[in-house]
Each structure stands twice: as structure tokens, then as C-alpha cells.
């Protein structure tokens, strides 16, 4: 569903399943993945790409190049950043247009989710299954499961692929599991988070 008042660019690519709402913009060359759902006034920038069934909330603003994986969800109001060091002029006062800066993207990695009014300063990474607080700011690579709050942001705990928070197993060498599914996962190093084969779920590192 593509709503009348939402602009479109010619050369986007948005599969026949995805949904933009109201006052919504998606520009040119970005590719629009099946199930994706893109809320009122929500931008996503040129050749941004949007992994199959994520979800991109109202007014989220998601610059070049960012790259979005396999079902992540962005909040209202987050905003992916594309410059690292930004500035309206160059040093001689002369407008900064295109040539004057490379940009920088965020990559959010399947399964991730970014809480409402979070911000992500380029060039980072948000892993996998990974959640960002609501307001958090964050300025460096998120690990997989990582459950990371404030500004700037910094990892609390680890979450499942639920969504719940995960709890240390007793007594364990670096074990944790999800509350709700059973679901086991080993702290290898510290810092680092992988999903045990366990009955009914993925395999490790999938």
C-alpha cells in the first residue's frame, strides 16, 4: 500500500507488499524489501536499503548509505546519522555541497531493534537481535543480543531474539537464557553473546 500523499521517487525500488504511509519520502535507488512497513513521515535517504519485513516508524530519518537487514525495527523519531564530522561550510566559508564529503552509513544486522528518539552516529554497526534503548546515543558498534542504553549508549545486559531480557544461568561457566523461550546462549568472551543449538531454535552464529 503506497499512500497518495507519500513521495515516491521513479527509481525506488518497493516491492508490491511493502506499506509507505502518509507524508512519507523514500528517494532514489533505494531498494524497498516485501513486508516492509514505513510510517508517516518517515524519510529514507538515496540508495538505502530495507530488509525484508522491517518496520520503520513515524518520522524516523534514515540517511545514505545506511543498510537495514532482515526484520529490524527503527522507532519513531530515531534518527541514523551519515556524517562524521559535520559542517555547513568548508574551512574558506564556501557552501559545502557533495564533493566535500564522503558519507557514512549505520548498518543495522538482522533482528535489531532502535528505540524511539535513539540516535546512531556514523559509521557504526548494531548487531543482530541487538536492542537500543529509547533516547539512547550511540557512537560505537553494538554487539549482537546486546541490550545497550543511555548517552552515550553502553550495553546493560544481553536480550533474546524474544526480546526479553536474558538471565545468567546459576552457577554456569558464561550461560545465560531467555525467560520466556528456554532459548540458551554462551558469553564466550566478554562481550560477545552466541545462540546455542537448542531444540526448536537456529543453530548457533545463524
Known amino acids: 500500500m503506497l499512500s497518495e500523499s507519500a513521495d515516491i521517487s521513479a527509481t525506488a525500488s518497493i516491492d508490491e ?37 522491517s518496520k ?3 518520522f524516523a530519518l534514515i540517511y ?41 552509513g549505520v548498518t543495522v544486522l538482522d533482528g535489531a531493534s532502535i528505540g524511539a528518539r535513539a540516535v546512531c ?4 554497526t548494531i548487531g543482530r537481535w541487538s536492542m537500543v534503548a529509547a533516547g539512547a546515543v550511540v557512537i560505537d558498534d553494538v554487539p549482537d543480543f546486546a541490550l545497550v542504553v543511555g548517552l552515550p549508549a553502553r550495553r546493560i545486559g544481553w536480550v ?7 538471565e545468567r544461568v546459576s552457577g554456569s561457566d558464561g550461560l545465560w537464557i531467555c525467560p ?3 532459548t540458551k546462549y554462551h558469553e564466550t568472551t566478554p562481550g560477545t553473546l552466541n545462540e546455542l543449538c537448542n531444540s526448536g531454535s537456529d543453530h548457533e552464529g545463524d
Open 17 to 53: 507488499s511493502a506499506s509507505v504511509w502518509h507524508l512519507a519520502q523514500v528517494r532514489e535507488g533505494a531498494p524497498i524489501a516485501a513486508g516492509v512497513v514505513i510510517g508517516r513521515g518517515a524519510y529514507i535517504g538515496p540508495g538505502v536499503r530495507v530488509g525484508l519485513n
Open 56 to 58: 520503520i516508524q513515524n
Open 64 to 104: 545514505e548509505p545506511a543498510e537495514l537487514g532482515v526484520g529490524v525495527f527503527v522507532g519513531p523519531g530515531v534518527v541514523l546519522t551519515n556524517d562524521h564530522r559535520p559542517r555547513a561550510v568548508n574551512p574558506d566559508g564556501s557552501l559545502k555541497t557533495l564533493k566535500d564529503w564522503e558519507p557514512v
Open 121 to 124: 552516529i556514523a559509521p557504526i
Open 160 to 166: 533474546g531474539r524474544q526480546g526479553s531480557r536474558l
Open 180 to 182: 520466556v523461550t528456554s
